[in-house]
Structures are given as structure tokens and as C-alpha cells.
């Protein structure tokens, strides 16, 4: 089965950091691009970043592009999000996401909370 555990939210304030962890196990993690998204209260789940299996590339939100960065490690069946210059509009659940498979079929963690204060 694909679990996805993330982990590392939290409350934090203005300008502060966070690094996120999202651990994957149940599939063979290297061979799926991951991507984070995150939902604010009220608001529609977007995509945040994402990044392809080999980690050769990422892509970002114009809203975080610049102070989010996203890595993998597939050694460790992880995908990071690390959150710098936070601010209150980053203020939302973050989720870790798995690529697609190829019946379609999308994995999700249950999300871990990220409050920045103001």
C-alpha cells in the first residue's frame, strides 16, 4: 500500500523557516516525480512545488518561487519542502503528493499543519 507520512509543520512566525518531510513507502519511490501542495482555510488545494524522479529539476508556484525549495532524496523515500522567509499568506496544510500511477490513481498524505504568525 502507498503511504505518505509528512511531517514537520508547525507554527512559526513571520520571516521564520520550516522544513518539510514527506515519508513515502509502499512503492518504488525513485521511479515517481513528487510534488507538495498545500490548502489555505477557505481556499482551493494548489500546487506548491513539484519535482521529477531523478530530482533533476523542479518547478515552483510564483507565490513561493524563491523562498520554498524542494528536494529528494531516494535513498531515504523523501521528498523535503524547505520554507524560508515564511509569511502569513503561506499559512495552510501542507500536503505531499505522489505522481499519478498509471491507472490514474493519486496519493496523498494526510497533510501537516503550517501556521505563520504575523
Known amino acids: 500500500q502507498v503511504q505518505l507520512m509528512e511531517s514537520g509543520g508547525g507554527l512559526v512566525q513571520s520571516g521564520g523557516s520550516l522544513r518539510l518531510s514527506c515519508a513515502a513507502s509502499?512503492?518504488?519511490?525513485?521511479?515517481?516525480?513528487m510534488s507538495w501542495y498545500r490548502q489555505a482555510p477557505g481556499k482551493e488545494r494548489e500546487l506548491v512545488a513539484a519535482?521529477?524522479?531523478?530530482?533533476?529539476?523542479?518547478s515552483y508556484a510564483d507565490s513561493v518561487k524563491g523562498r520554498f525549495t524542494i528536494s529528494r532524496d531516494n535513498a531515504k523515500n523523501t521528498v523535503y519542502l524547505q520554507m524560508n522567509s515564511l509569511n502569513p499568506e503561506d499559512t495552510a496544510v501542507y500536503y505531499c503528493?505522489?505522481?499519478?500511477?498509471?491507472?490514474?490513481?493519486?496519493?496523498w498524505g494526510k497533510g501537516t499543519l503550517v501556521t505563520v504568525s504575523s
Open positions: 519535482i521529477p524522479s531523478s530530482g533533476a529539476w523542479t
Open positions: 509502499g512503492f518504488t519511490f525513485s521511479s515517481y516525480a
Open positions: 503528493k505522489r505522481g499519478s500511477s498509471s491507472a490514474g490513481v493519486n496519493f
